[in-house]
Structure formats: structure tokens, C-alpha cells
């Protein structure tokens, strides 16, 4: 009986004092959660313009490096198999499939996990309270990630990744990037704010953000494995890298839709509303889009996103 | 004596089970969300403080943005034929003559806008956002007004709520609000890219804002989900984000402009 009344009295003081905050703060994000890639369609769909860092806050060096990039890099052997780091959850295509594990005895949260896609490794969120490793400690492809709750959101904070790339046409991320990453789940939408830090190449934070719908047709989290193969890569003797100043495909944006060259090239000022006006001047706007444009019909890219597979009962 | 103690642990015994049987009891202030007894004024029951100087960042289609995009340049939005007809006969020459040069700064796309944003509590149940580049203030009202809407404005009307991130089941706790939901409608017809894309009077604007603390910054990320039955084909969803500034640094009101 005193364990019973020690029982009712500790349920009692629960329920008065209001629930344990971290029951009240964990929100679950289990679920495949589908890519709205409306924003950004291009560079999240088919693929970015080899030379558009625009709105990149890329410092003089991450711009020679991001120079310097070909895209035949990815087809030569040492790198067909080379995922993305964590910070591609921002700019890939794909969906997540999130999914939380548990203590076996206690069925407290030790991490979330995000699942693998098909070019990325899959992000293990540590929500056991273990430190990050020492900055001496190996780099590793996928990075290291703890998690904590901030009221609803889930926020995780990944160090330790490999050098890598903040979008998909070479844009530099070095192996000191460290990322923050926000997670506001709004009933069936996901709202995934990215803060970028990097030391080497950034001069100031790079914010990313995007949505995902939950739905129930499971996202598969990986392809079929990679296997490394002859993909008509560069000639022999030859190197996939521009040299200085050698990049071809520097003046297409400017060609297509009268960007100027100093605003392609990125730099933090361009991220400003203020940059706009120091355009305002020079800018003529293209007559008409010939490239690229997407529309009903053309290839998908007009929404740049599949619709939603039909989620029964919703 | 015994015998009160043990009444009155009985007692304490079964007030307990009632108690787990009812359910949690949640004892803190609550935000005014439907269902939840008496509304508290929108200011005071607010979970952040959105008040003050913004400036958005535009890390995102860029492009799209940050100068005026060609003609037809549609990628990424998911329209139907009807809409991309419309897209194709746009002339903003005849807008700015039709004192139409205010199409592309709607409620539907003025977030995109490059711009500072000034937040303020215009009333107890107001929230209010004044939008430099266009010119164009935007109003939250946590209250429904009881008078018919007037006529369709760019801004439409913006009805708030301080909403939680999940809703609790049948028997859950509720939540603490943490987001602030603004879903509007009564809007002009508009355009949802500079280059004469259309939205129509039948659109509804569904934005959430939150707000996320970093490194001493504060930041604000909207989610804005446009539905349109009239001209797109599913919705349209994107994001927009703004840095807290100190003070009104770079605020410079310019008027609408239909080509750039």
C-alpha cells in the first residue's frame, strides 16, 4: 500500500506540476517526408548552372576553388562513390526518411536518424547528450551529429565532416564547415532551416531552408549500391580541374539572363536586398527565356516536384 | 488519529487515479487558440517577439529575385496552361500605365521580395508588417473581424493564430504555441513572380513564421504555401528568411515598380 500511495503521490505531483519538459518538448518527425523543390527547382532538380554562386557568401578562395571544378570530377573512378556530406539534406533532391531509436530498456530517445539517399550518407542525430569528438578526432563522410530539443523544434549541430560542397556544381565546403540545422514540423509540413559555417570559404553564414510534406508512401531510402565503373571521364593525362582563369562556362548566366559576371560569382553582399539596388542601373532583362524555363509540359520542371502520392484518410 | 490519516491517504489515493484518468492537466497560460477558454490578447499570449527591423536574405532563387526574371521564365512553379498563357502575354509596360505596378508585391509573393521588414503591434490583437521594397504594410489580425471583409487588396485579409507545432490527441497535452500561422484571403489578383505569373482572387496564402536563435542572431523563416485553384496545379511552397537588425539601418521605402 505505501508503494501504491508513493506512486499516486509522485503521479499526482506530475500531473500538478505539468508534464516532464522533455516528454513535452519531443515532437515526433517519424515518417518519409517528400522534397518541395519549387524553390530552387532547378538547382534541386536537374542541376545547377556550372558557374551560379549567386547568393553564395563564398569568400575569394572558396571562388578560385569553385573555379577550378569540373564536372568530370564526379565521373572519375576515386570519386564516382563519394557521397555528399550531411549539409546536401539542404540542396539534393531528395526526401527524408526519418525514423527515432530508442533505449531498449528505458525507451528514451539515444538519436533520430535521417536515412541515406541514394548520393549522401545517412545522419545520425545523438540525442543522448555525448559530447562531439575532439577536433583531432577523424572526419568522416557523414559527419558527427548531436541533437537537442528547443521548446518544438529539433535543432542538431553537425562537425567533423569531410570537404565537400555547398551546391551542385563545386561550390567549396571544407572539411572545418559545421552546420546547424533547425526542424519546425507545422502539422504535415516540415520546415528545415541549414546554417552553414565554414571558416575557410564562407565569409559569412550561409542560410538554406526548405520544406518537406509528410506522406505515406515510404521514401526508399537508398539506390541501388554504387559500383564504380568507366564513365567516359577525363582523357588520359589530363586533369578534371579548370585552371585559373580557364573555366568555360564563367559567362553563361550573364549570356542567358544578363546577370553580371560579378554577381555570379557570389560574395556575401549579393545575399542583401541592398545589392539589388547596385543592379538596378546596368541590368536590361532578357527579352524572353530560352533555356531552362519549365512551364506545364516541359519535362516535369515546371513544379519540380512530384505531386504528393495520395495519402489515404488525409 | 490513524484513522483520519488513513481516510485521508484513501482519499489522496482515488483523487489521484481520478486524476491520471482524466487525462494530463496542463496549469500554464495558454495562447488564445480555439477551445481553449478565454483568449488573452494576441501581444501578451505571443511565444516571440517578432517586433522590430528585419532583413531578408536571399540565398534562394536567386535569379528569380534579385533582378527581373525574362518573360516565360517559369521554372519550378507548378502552373497549369491557363496561367502560363497569361505568363506569356505579360507586358509591364501596360501594368505601370493600368497603376497596376503593385502585381508582384501581393500577399503571395511579397515575402519573396528583397526587402527590410519592420514589425510592430499596431493594437493588442494587431500584428503589424510594414515592407519597404514596394511600399506595402501587411495586417495580422488575431481577432476576426465581425464586418464583412472589405474589397480584394494585395495584402488580402490576414487572419493569425499562435499555433503549436502538433496537435495533441484526444487526450493530450496541448501544446505551447510556437509558431505563428497567418492564413489570408480577399486578395487582388497578383502576380507570385515579377515576370507576370499569376495568382487570382481565389488564392489563399498559408504562411507560418518562426523564429530560431543563433549565435547571437535571431532569425525569422517564413513558410509560405500558396493554393490557387484557378491557376496552379498543386500548391506552391517556398521560404523566405530574415536577420534581426538593432535599429532601422538600410530601411529606405521604395514604390512598386513593375519592371524591376
Known amino acids: 500500500m505505501d508503494i501504491l500511495k508513493r506512486t499516486s503521490l509522485t503521479l499526482t505531483l506530475i500531473l500538478v506540476a505539468g508534464p516532464l519538459p522533455h516528454a513535452f518538448a519531443e515532437v515526433d518527425l517519424s515518417g518519409s517526408w517528400q522534397a518541395r523543390n519549387q524553390q530552387d527547382a532547378m538547382q534541386r532538380g536537374p542541376g545547377p548552372y556550372p558557374v551560379d554562386y549567386t547568393g553564395l557568401p563564398l569568400n575569394q578562395e572558396g571562388r578560385a576553388n569553385a573555379l577550378s571544378f569540373s564536372q568530370s570530377t564526379l565521373s572519375t573512378i576515386e570519386h564516382q562513390c563519394a557521397y555528399y556530406q550531411p549539409t546536401y539534406v539542404l540542396f539534393g533532391p531528395q526526401g527524408l526518411r526519418i525514423w527515432t531509436e530508442t533505449d531498449a530498456v528505458n525507451g528514451t530517445t539515444v538519436a533520430i536518424k535521417i536515412g541515406a539517399a541514394n548520393d549522401r550518407a545517412p545522419i545520425t542525430i545523438w540525442m543522448d547528450g555525448r559530447p562531439h569528438p575532439s577536433k583531432n578526432a577523424p572526419h568522416l563522410i557523414g559527419g558527427f551529429t548531436t541533437g537537442s530539443w528547443e521548446g518544438d523544434v529539433l535543432v542538431f549541430y553537425t562537425t567533423h565532416m569531410k570537404s565537400g560542397y555547398i551546391r551542385r556544381n563545386g561550390a567549396p565546403a571544407s572539411d572545418e564547415t559545421a ?109 524572353k527565356c530560352t533555356l531552362n524555363c519549365g512551364g506545364p509540359g516541359r519535362g516535369g520542371l515546371g513544379a519540380a516536384v512530384a505531386a504528393p502520392a495520395a495519402a489515404p484518410g488525409r | 488519529m490513524k484513522p483520519v490519516i488513513r481516510r485521508f491517504g484513501d482519499t489522496f489515493l482515488i483523487a489521484s487515479f481520478a486524476l491520471a484518468a482524466l487525462g494530463p492537466i496542463q496549469l500554464r497560460a495558454q495562447g488564445p487558440e480555439a477551445g481553449r477558454g478565454p483568449a488573452a490578447a494576441a501581444k501578451a499570449a505571443a511565444p516571440f517577439d517578432m517586433t522590430g527591423y528585419w532583413v531578408s536574405l536571399v540565398t534562394e532563387d536567386w535569379r528569380y529575385r534579385m533582378v527581373t526574371p525574362a518573360k516565360n521564365d517559369l ?31 501581393g500577399a503571395a509573393a511579397i515575402m519573396k521580395v528583397p526587402a527590410r521588414l519592420q514589425i510592430t503591434w499596431q493594437d493588442d490583437n494587431t500584428l503589424r508588417m510594414d515592407v519597404d521594397t514596394g511600399t506595402q504594410t501587411r495586417l495580422f489580425r488575431f481577432r476576426t473581424q465581425s464586418a464583412s471583409p472589405g474589397p480584394p487588396s494585395w495584402q488580402g485579409d490576414s487572419v493569425a493564430q499562435w499555433q503549436a507545432a502538433v496537435t495533441p490527441g484526444p487526450t493530450g497535452v496541448p501544446a505551447p504555441p510556437n509558431t505563428l500561422k497567418v492564413v489570408t484571403r480577399n486578395l487582388r489578383p497578383g502576380y507570385l513572380r515579377k515576370n507576370g505569373v499569376p495568382y487570382s482572387d481565389k488564392a489563399v496564402v498559408t504562411e507560418y513564421f518562426d523564429l530560431f536563435r543563433h549565435s547571437g542572431d535571431q532569425w525569422l523563416v517564413v513558410t509560405t504555401i500558396v493554393e490557387d485553384p484557378q491557376y496552379l496545379t498543386q500548391p506552391y511552397v517556398t521560404n523566405a528568411q530574415f536577420r534581426k537588425q538593432s535599429d532601422s539601418s538600410g530601411w529606405d521605402p521604395t514604390p512598386c515598380s513593375a519592371t524591376w
Open chain 2, 75 to 105: 521554372m519550378g512553379l507548378p502552373l497549369n496552361t491557363e496561367a502560363a498563357k497569361i505568363a506569356d502575354a505579360w507586358d509591364p509596360g501596360a501594368d505601370e500605365a493600368a497603376g497596376n505596378q503593385c502585381k508582384s508585391y
Open chain 1, 179 to 287: 552546420l546547424t540545422g533547425y526542424l519546425s514540423r507545422h502539422g504535415d509540413i516540415l520546415t528545415m532551416l541549414g546554417i552553414i559555417e565554414d571558416p575557410i570559404y564562407l565569409s559569412e553564414p550561409l542560410l538554406i531552408t526548405r520544406t518537406f510534406q509528410l506522406v505515406t508512401r515510404a521514401i526508399r531510402p537508398l539506390d541501388t549500391p554504387c559500383i564504380r565503373g568507366y564513365e567516359g571521364g577525363p582523357s588520359e593525362g589530363s586533369v578534371a580541374q579548370y585552371l585559373p582563369g580557364q573555366n568555360p562556362f564563367i559567362g553563361e548566366l550573364t549570356n542567358l539572363y544578363h546577370i553580371p559576371r560579378e554577381a555570379v560569382l557570389g560574395g556575401a553582399e549579393t545575399m542583401y536586398p541592398d545589392y539589388r539596388k547596385k543592379l538596378k542601373s546596368d541590368f536590361v532583362r532578357p527579352d
